[in-house]
């Protein structure tokens, strides 16, 4: 595992920005996976600008998001369509009909397989940004996620529910399943890039990096893939005992150009 510590998340974000356009000058025609909630905002707002800059671009692109709420149509503004469509898509020259998000709305069992089919047909997922939550889901596998798991319906955790609730107006329904790729589906990724920011998220990020490998924090299954990143700020950091040691690897590796191991 790659562990990269920069000092805020305005750095988290360029940095990110910079592996994901890195990624698409060696192959613009590469498959993202997309991640939605607050971190991967300021991400997408700076390969917004890099897009506006002609430093980017993401005409020949494919991509499929992490997950959707069960319910919510592609218009509705809380979906995770609608957001994608809001901070990143239409913002840039992405092709629509390239662009997937699970389909919360039809027989879920049968929109999962699709989705795993899509996936599949498209060559696979080159590089899928992660969020992860404060107890250690990513996409929508809540702990106790098989960590062989497929795209399929979770229950959302009431902790999840309250988590996501400020996006929703107070009379408004917020769905308490959704579909998600699985940890399966993710650890099939070419490569992964956790994003994370903030205190809140250091015991996770922690339990991530150094905890054991669990279904308990289905972020840890992230030990078991060959190219796996977490980026993270100082704070997201602080539960890390090894983070002198990250940061003198990462050193490293700027100094010699040194391909630094995952
Ligand atoms: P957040 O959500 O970026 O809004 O903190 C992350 C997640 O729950 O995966």
């Not at 205190?199 to 289905?218: D, N, Q, Y």
């Amino acid at each position: 595992m790659r562990v990269i510590i920069v000092e805020s998340p305005q750095a988290v974000a360029q940095c990110a920005a910079d592996l994901v356009c890195q990624q698409l000058r060696q192959h613009p025609d590469s498959v993202l996976g997309l991640a939605t909630g607050s971190t991967p905002v300021a991400l997408y707002q700076a390969l917004i600008q890099r897009y506006r800059s002609n430093q980017l671009s993401l005409s020949q692109t494919t991509s499929f998001n992490l997950d959707e709420y069960v319910g919510l149509p592609p218009s509705h503004p809380q979906s995770y369509r609608h957001f994608m469509e809001e901070q990143l898509f239409r913002h840039t020259d992405i092709d629509p009909g390239k662009t997937h998000v699970p389909d919360g709305m039809s027989d879920t069992e049968q929109s999962a397989s699709a989705y795993e089919q899509a996936i599949s047909d498209a060559g696979g997922i080159d590089l899928q940004i992660l969020g992860i939550g404060q107890n250690g889901h990513i996409g929508f596998n809540e702990p106790g996620s098989s960590l062989s798991s497929r795209t399929r319906v979770k229950t959302l955790t009431p902790s999840t529910l309250e988590a996501n609730r400020r996006f929703f107006a107070d009379d408004e329904f917020q769905p308490h399943l959704a579909i998600t790729m699985g940890i399966g589906t993710i650890l099939d990724c070419r490569q992964v890039l956790l994003l994370a920011t903030g205190k809140a998220k250091a015991e996770a990020i922690r339990r991530c990096v150094e905890g054991p490998l669990s279904a308990a924090c289905p972020a840890s299954s992230l030990q078991l893939h060959q190219h796996a990143t977490v980026l993270v700020d100082a704070d997201a950091a602080s539960g890390l005992e090894h983070s002198e040691y990250y940061r003198w690897c990462e050193e490293q590796r700027q100094r010699l150009g040194h391909p630094s191991g995952h």
